[in-house]
């Protein structure tokens, strides 16, 4: 409660921020109430859910399940920062084609997932697929349009289509 | 794109969903991405004791502590008390003369963030007599158990003994007879989304409430009673909503009723958040239940009689226990011919958190016992598990004419043996011991089975379900709906009724969520209602706008109104099509010819109460719903045979009689997510661990999801009944999935080994033992 402030620098969705955390705060938490970027939601806090799940250097990364301070000096992208100027980033417009998302809670989590996936491997199988979404819940569509669009998105990113 | 279903301009085709943008972008807003300025944080102070008298509680250092602003107990609601209908009312927003489960709210602190709240709540000293409890049904109902509700003898919360035909008889007729006792487990709902809140009061008359809650107009009339507000001064506005699937997110939890006592005593808002372990512990579950059922069968495989006695642990409090028990029993009666029907239905307090309605609610209990029970009879009786259902299927009743069962259920369409065929084709059925195959350790099988779910559920009182179509005058659209997306798809379907009747496109139409200070009431998201009511009133709404339109443009055209159509935004008269104007054309007509018109079109549903009346729920006579769905699944499974571990093929297919598919995709994910979150989940995976009413397993590390790595990639095909009473044929989807996936399973798991598992979850160490028992030459269960 009364411990002191440290300083902490990070880049998020490719903007430079410079800001002072207590050294028990999550990174999920300065994303939420510092930074105001709500679309990285709470479901858990205990690393179970994947709902926080952000790109930390490019890889996938539960925000709930580092502290703040390790985020130092990284690159941090959530999904505010997936589309670009209006225009939704492959993964995002997949899932929204092919009617993948209902209550939405898990949908950032799961676009961050898949984006850290497509960054590292293009061409994934389907059990890629599957596991690096295994973190991520979801309560009710099923995963089955989700994998689907992870698959579509792949290939449109490959030029494929 | 999809397949497409009937021949119209907007609905039974591919529907992107009109909130599908803001959700995978994370625009959307839910109530824990809520703030408000000078907005303070809340926490609540619970009770270490299932079981206890509260003898004193003292506040007082926690109100000195720096930074708290308020701290409210029970005694500052004077004694309110609330519950799922006016009958069923025993329970208080805090409790005050004792705790009757562990963790219940005690006391709330408001604080200046959220760290000074928790600390606070630690300085709330309370004074308790700890109290014997009773933790499962059958402690609960023993002569001098400790009582849960001192005025509820024998710890009753709900019974119901309904008799219809003559079941001794018709057992006394039958060729065989059999009596089987199934248990379902202890269930968390599932959403991810934990409950949360913030309240404010503009002004001492006025409450401004925003919650997870996905029947918001609960709140609503629940707030006006507590405050002695008119419900004008009432106002819910929803955010976004993460899931809900029954009890929780419908009416109160400790966390609304702090919010906005904290935020009137303080005149600031206040926000509150659960975490996963609030949620766990203290927030609805699904009912465990232990149904015994008895069967009498003709020598051929017909069904002659059934007798379902069921017990159920309802909790703390009795919330919506008299509709799981009523639901547990009257579909009894479908998808099969019935003759003959007996239910006993139990449903008793204990001191473990409260129990309530989850997707699939009531049925997939009776329905997984009846479904599995008959695969049983068919085998003893050399019968294939397909034919047999297929040989006592309800037909789908010819146009006009109405199915009735014995308990005065009435089915308009039944597309149940349409389903059955389907799956079995698909998965190529050609008997139980096709179905199996060995490789190593690992025994592959199919299961299949068959379920109903009643649709545009109907309770008494406030049944309908209303909207608003207010056409601007550049002719884009509002439509204002009471009726609550939880995320089952029903803002889009409802915006795609609205723009198929105005014949105008679905991107023309802007939907406005839930703001009770402008929108009409409704009952809530519960009982697969919102589509077939909601859709009503979408078709109502956008009649009445467009007829005011048609009188514009037939005086326009010098014709009557009746002789005027608008499709794909053209106005024209039908019988001579060059006499047309733009959609935009009539529009402005319509609202700048002096004194210009203002066009809004208003409509409800009346269909759910018009139609046969209203159940009776202490003689289990009657519908419950408008409409009822049918559903049937093939599920396979790979059992590791020296484990027990089971997991889902991609062997698996659902086959959902939804009436009309609306959105055809949006019916898909409804049944693949009802089949795996709450009806694999209950069969394979989840079950609270408790312990004298502690849970021992409240993190979701713990207690086991279903997730993506052993997802079955479940394929659904359409049947299409066209349902008279749903809104272009439409029933519910998802619950039916929910009911069909547990039986189906099992039965995979007992055409994969030869062992039948009665008790779920089917988790490995159940089914290594049942393995280990039929080796050792024991019978199986």
């Known amino acids: 409660m009364k411990g002191e402030m440290m300083e902490l620098k990070l880049t998020v969705n490719g903007k430079p921020y410079e800001l002072m955390v207590k050294p028990k705060t999550l990174l999920v938490d300065v994303l939420r109430n510092e930074l105001k970027l709500t679309g990285t939601k709470t479901g858990c806090r205990t690393s179970s859910c994947g709902a926080c799940t952000v790109n930390i250097d490019g890889r996938a990364v539960r925000s709930c399940s580092v502290l703040a301070l390790q985020a130092n000096g990284h690159d941090v992208v959530s999904i505010e920062g997936v589309a670009s100027g209006g225009k939704l980033h492959p993964i995002q417009q997949a899932m929204v084609d092919h009617g993948a998302i209902e209550c939405g809670f898990c949908t950032p989590g799961m676009v961050m997932s898949a984006r850290a996936l497509l960054n590292e491997n293009p061409k994934p199988t389907r059990e890629e697929v599957r596991e690096a979404i295994q973190g991520n819940l979801c309560a009710d569509e099923g995963y089955v349009k989700y994998i689907e669009a992870i698959e579509i998105a792949a290939e449109e990113m490959r030029g494929g289509k | ?539 109502n709404a956008a009649t009445d706008a467009k007829r005011q339109l048609l009188e514009v443009a037939a005086k326009q055209f010098g014709v009557k109104p009746e002789e005027v159509e608008i499709k794909n935004k053209q106005v024209f008269v039908k019988s001579n099509p060059e006499k047309n104007m733009s959609w935009e054309r009539l529009v402005r007509t319509a609202c700048y010819e002096t004194p210009g018109k203002v066009i809004i079109g208003r409509g409800y549903s009346t269909q759910g109460i018009s139609l046969l009346g209203l159940a009776d729920f202490s003689r289990g006579f009657g519908d419950i719903g408008t409409n009822y769905s049918f559903t049937a699944q093939a599920v396979g499974v790979e059992v590791d045979t020296e484990t027990g571990l089971v997991k889902c093929t991609d062997e698996s297919v659902i086959a959902h009689d939804c009436g009309f598919p609306l959105n055809p995709p949006a019916v898909e994910t409804q049944c693949q997510g009802g089949s795996y979150h709450q009806g694999i989940a209950a069969a394979l995976y989840e079950e609270f661990k408790m312990d004298k009413g502690l849970t021992l397993n409240a993190n979701l590390a713990d207690y086991k999801r279903p997730r993506a790595y052993e997802a079955p990639m479940t394929r659904v095909e359409h049947v299409i009944t066209n349902d008279p009473y749903g809104p272009f044929g439409a029933k519910e989807a998802s619950e039916g999935s929910c009911c069909s996936a547990p039986p189906a399973l099992v039965s995979a798991i007992y055409n994969a080994t030869g062992v039948w598992i009665k008790d779920l979850p089917t988790q490995p160490e159940k089914v290594f033992r049942a393995l280990k028992a039929k080796k050792e030459g024991k019978k199986s269960l």
Not at chain 2, 410 to 438: L, M, Q, T
Not at chain 2, 512 to 534: E, Q
């Open chain 2, 1 to 539: 794109m999809g397949e497409t279903f009937g021949n119209y301009s907007v609905i039974g085709k591919t529907i992107p969903r009109v909130d599908a943008r803001a959700k995978v972008t994370g625009e959307a807003k839910y109530a824990a991405d809520i703030e408000l300025p000078d907005m303070l944080w809340g926490q609540i102070k619970r009770s270490p004791y299932p079981h206890a008298r509260i003898l004193n509680i003292d506040t007082s250092k926690a109100e000195k502590l720096p930074g708290v602003k308020a701290v409210t107990t029970g005694k500052d609601f004077g004694g309110f008390k609330w519950g799922w209908s006016r009958e069923t009312r025993d329970e208080e927003p805090f409790a005050v003369g004792k705790v009757r489960y562990l963790y219940e709210g005690v006391a709330a602190v408001a604080a200046v963030d959220e760290d000074t709240a928790e600390e606070a709540c630690d300085l709330i000293e309370v004074e308790y007599e700890p109290l014997p409890g009773v933790f499962d049904p059958f402690e609960a109902m023993k002569e001098g158990a400790p009582l849960v509700h001192e005025d509820r003898p024998g710890n009753i919360c709900v019974e119901y003994h309904w008799n219809f035909g003559d079941v001794e008889k018709a057992f006394a007729e039958s060729y065989l007879v059999r009596e089987d006792t199934f248990q379902t487990p202890r269930m968390a709902k599932g959403y991810l989304e934990p409950p949360a809140v913030v309240a404010h009061w503009p002004d001492p008359n006025h409450v401004v409430f925003q919650g997870a809650k996905g029947s918001p107009y609960f709140p609503y009339r629940i707030l006006a009673r507590l405050f002695n507000l008119p419900l004008s001064n009432v106002r819910i506005i929803q955010p976004f909503i993460g899931s809900d699937f029954g009890g929780t997110k419908n009416d109160m939890v400790h966390c609304d009723y702090a919010a906005v006592m904290l935020a009137k005593k303080t005149g600031r808002p206040v926000k509150l958040q659960y975490t996963e372990f609030d949620e766990l512990t203290t927030c609805l579950r699904r009912h465990p239940m232990w149904i015994t059922i008895k069967t009498g069968v003709t020598k051929d495989g017909m069904l002659k009689a059934t007798y379902v006695k069921a017990i159920a642990d309802g909790g703390a409090y009795t919330r919506m226990s008299p509709l799981t028990m009523f639901l547990t029993g009257t579909c009894m009666t479908l998808p099969y011919k019935l003759p003959n029907f007996k239910y006993d239905g139990m449903n008793y307090f204990t001191n473990n958190p409260s129990s309530a309605a989850m997707r699939g609610h009531g049925l997939y209990h009776s329905r997984f016992a009846a479904d599995v029970q008959l695969d049983m009879m068919a085998e003893e009786l050399g019968i294939d598990p397909v034919e047999m259902r297929l040989k006592n299927a309800i037909e789908n009743p010819e146009p006009g004419k109405v199915y009735e069962t014995v308990n005065g259920v009435h089915v308009a369409s039944c597309g149940i043996k349409e389903c059955i065929e389907k799956v079995a084709g698909a998965v190529n059925w050609k008997g139980v011991k096709e179905a199996k195959r060995v490789e190593g350790d690992k025994a592959y099988a199919v299961g299949i089975a068959a379920a109903t779910y009643n649709s545009g559920t109907k309770l008494s009182a406030h049944n309908a379900c209303a909207a608003i179509v207010r056409i601007c005058e550049d002719g884009s659209v509002n439509y204002l709906t009471g009726a609550s997306d939880v995320g089952q798809g029903s803002d889009t379907v409802t915006c795609a009724i609205a723009a198929e009747v105005l014949g105008i496109g679905l991107e023309d139409i802007d939907l406005k969520r839930v703001d009770s200070a402008f929108t009409p009431v409704d009952p809530g998201s519960y009982g697969s209602r919102v589509t077939v009511l909601a859709g009503q009133a979408a078709i």
